[in-house]
Nanobody, 121 residues
């Protein structure tokens, strides 16, 4: 059974920092990408940042220069260091892994349960 467990959300003042962490447990043949999404007011999930197994990163323009994603392939963990937080960064953040459990399994998305980030004075 695959599980993604997030930690690190909370309340922070504008301009402050938070670090989100996520650990994927269970059996994986490959995890191609790990990343973070957040929920929009329309209940969609938008990509915040992701990182490939080779270390290539993608960021949403709104967080470039403020957020840094990192990954430990050996431990199947991903972290998101968020700095210079703004009220508009407030959302539920979801950890995501794109991978397969066996070499013959289809690649699919796995999701964490979500962690609330609130930026407010």
């Amino acid at each position: 059974q695959v599980q993604l467990v997030e930690s690190g959300g909370g309340l922070v003042q504008p301009g402050g920092s938070l670090k989100l962490s996520c650990a994927a447990s269970g059996t994986f043949s490959n995890i191609y990408y790990m990343g973070w999404y957040r929920q929009t007011p329309g209940n969609q999930r938008e990509l915040v940042a992701d990182i490939s197994s080779a270390g290539e990163t993608t960021y949403d323009k709104s967080v470039e220069g403020r957020f840094t994603i990192s990954r430990d392939n050996a431990k199947n963990t991903v972290a998101l260091q968020m700095t210079k937080l703004k009220p508009e960064d407030s959302s539920v953040y979801f950890c995501n892994a794109k991978g397969r459990q066996r070499s013959y399994s289809p690649t699919r998305d796995y999701w964490g349960q979500g962690t609330q980030v609130t930026v407010s004075s």
